[in-house]
């Protein structure tokens, strides 16, 4: 039996064996008391072992750290803290830990320094119950797609095309790092490669997410992919999870339904499955709080902040209008947005969260913006400026989704192809999906960790995925 269902029983002495990792041990007077972890849940089972119950050589080994066996009858509990503990036979150290080298002692630890010790950072509570989130959040995932009658798409990592064209990508090759083939004209010669072309790690779902929804009509992905970007921001990751839901007949309006309707589903059922977790990262983000200054202190605390954004309509608006506001705003006629606010301009961070956290107070879908800011897949409005995309802006994220209606009309997309410089032969099958049985469609990309970030409360993606990729760092 695992943590979680114990520290549920009712006790009357059942005889248990619980195996898990110390995480402290205090003497007092002729009494030992461990607390151990196994990960299933935040809280620790007590142990207590009476003078003589365990040989004193044994009880050395028991250190922060260490994993061992504890056997013992279950009893209520007399200290306070919990209602059940283990009053301890005997136990079997599986593995010691130099209290002298074992890095995680029983204080508190920088986040900085725990992304040193990945390895051994899921041994914390904060980063076990963002382990546990993470993966309530995956389970919520595929729970809403499967009762909404989705299929799960599993579309390729290695790929020929740039789906997003901004020629971020990591390239994938057999071809050796010296002396590779040559063309007659001296560049590498990828005929002569794996896969007898230039091949990548993908940087979305979405290409083939569309063929499939070109058959299948309602399709997601829930994949890793690859950004060689050179953004070291907290937002960022150079490999992150993307889900991608592409819908036959949905448009833009439905598109955005879709979008509201599942990101309130995934965190309701974070609150509502990971109460104990969530409880605890919300105490260390008001402790968090606490040593910001009054006024940039979060007014909400997480739970709070989490059933605001299941219990109210997100703002939808197009980018002209958002361009309008931000124009109209005292922060842009004091000069104090660091970037140029005008039409045509990529909204930055700056702006994004200014009409999040200050303006609208809630999350805000904008809509439409300049055709020449986004990617060449996008349906074309009737003005032909502007195109049908929408990108979802959370509190405290920024950009957590972007998503489009796609362009169905077979001799646009072929124009805006040529327009951004796509090779046609690289993307000859996508086209295709235009030219036979075409169909309006509509889709869109959730950052899965930026999701994470927001149910956590925590403030650095790096934190919410097990092993993060940045620049120069793929330690673990
Ligand atoms: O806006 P993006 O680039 O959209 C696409 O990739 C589309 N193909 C999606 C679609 O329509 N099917 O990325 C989608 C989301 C962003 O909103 C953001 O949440 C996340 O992916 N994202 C990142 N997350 C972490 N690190 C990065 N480097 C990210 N880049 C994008
Ligand atoms: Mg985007």
Redesign the pocket.
Known sequence: MQIKEILSLSPSNQNLVIKGWVRTKRVSANVAFIALNDGSTIHNIQGVVSDGAVSEETLKLVTTGACIAMTGTLIPSQGQGQSVELQVNSIEVYGVADPEKYPLQPKKHSLEFLREIAHLRPRTNTFSAILRVRHALAYAVHTYFNQNQFFYLHTPIITGSD??GAGEMFRVTTLPATNPPLTEDGKVDYKEDFFGKETNLT??G?LE?ELGAMALSKVYTFGP?F?A?N?NTT????E?W?I?P?VAFNELEDNMNLAEDFTKFCIKYALEHCADDIAFLEKRLLDEEKTKKKEEQSELSLTEKLRFVTENDFERITYTEAINILLQSKTHKQGKFQYPVEWGIDLQSEHERWLVEKHFKKPVILTNYPKDIK?FYMKLDEDGKTVRAM?VLFPGIG??????QREDDYEKLLQRTKDVGIEEESIWWYLETRKFGSAPHA?????F??LVLFVTGMSN?RDVIPFPRTPKTAEF
Do not use: K, N, P, Y
């Not at 950009?399 to 489009?404: A, D, L």
């Not at 889709?443 to 950052?447: H, N, P």
């Open positions: 789906a997003e940087v979305s979405q997410g992919t950004r970007e953004s937002r960022h990751l150079a992150f993307m991608e592409e990617a990108d950009e957590i989704i972007g998503g489009s889709g869109f990309g959730l950052g960790e930026r993606i």
